[in-house]
């Protein structure tokens, strides 16, 4: 039988599909704190699995490790119901206060985010009271620029949100603008191996105690990516198609195809790579192709699922 994690008192974690980051409820007795709030796709679920587990009692505050959109979607239907303190990462907070679609991400990924607010940042340095358990806000860019993480030193648990998995880490977002990301990604590596770590909570798949595996099998991931930038690229666009699709489930291929056409981080990515078969459209075309026959994506009767 399987020992259980190290979470320590006051800490329920809501594993999520993919689309949805996991949520992280740490509970005061009182009330409570949220790290990320999923998809907007999932808004109610997200809402029903905390009521669930506050029985009555206040959500007084979200936190949010970084701002795209599947740690995020759930902040706005929380807000109507809690009216929670929301805290953001420090560079992201004009942005939210603007609810400027450009800086925040989801113009460029197309994808969607229900408008929210926030009330404060959370800013590398910090350390963050609650109930008995003080958490550590420490910079973690790489994935996001902006992201955090949080640590409790005393119980050892890092939530970690996209910076490390227990098989990778997310996606380089700048590396597919051309901005260079791949020695932040290193350093937060580092840094997570310098912390008395027990257990891993991720932003997305079940918490972990194999820290060292973890680390070991991201760097061998990082290194590949280092390797072989274009290999990040073609990981990067299937990703966005994919996450495309998870949150749509089902879309006309005239419509996939307008949304590959117009995303501007699809043309980015598309540029990066030196601009493969002459125009996007073709390439893009290919990529949609290339899943289907993959099996990560369905073509049926002029419709795109996913799987």
Known sequence: MNSPLPLGPGLH????????????????????????????????????????LLRGRPLRRVLNTHLHSDHSGGNATLQRRWAPQ???????????????????????TGQRCDPYTAQGPLRP????????RQWQVLAAPGH???SVILFDAEHGVLISAD???ENGFGVVFPELDGDSAFDD??????LIESLPVRCVIPGHGAPFTDVAGAL?????RLQGFRADPLRHLRHGARVMLKYHLMEERQQPLPEVRAWLNTTPLMAAIWQQMGRPMGALAPWAEQLLQDMVA??????????????
Do not use: C, K
């Open 144 to 146: 996001d620029p902006l």
């Open 294 to 307: 993959g099996g990560t994506l369905q073509l049926r009767d002029g419709v795109v699922f996913d799987l």
């Open 163 to 165: 910076a490390l998995w």
């Open 86 to 108: 929301t805290y953001v990462p420090v560079g992201s907070f004009d942005a939210v206060q603007r609810w400027d679609v450009q800086a925040l991400s989801y113009g460029p």
């Open 216 to 220: 070991q099998r991201a760097r061998a």
């Open 13 to 52: 974690v809501l594993e999520r599909g993919w689309l949805s980051s996991n949520n992280v409820l740490l509970d005061d007795g009182d009330g409570a704190t949220l790290v990320d709030t999923g998809h907007s796709v999932h808004a109610e679920q997200t809402l029903a699995l905390v009521s669930g």
């Open 125 to 132: 340095g910090d350390t963050l009271q609650v109930g008995a």
């Open 185 to 190: 990604v290193g350093r937060v590596l580092d």
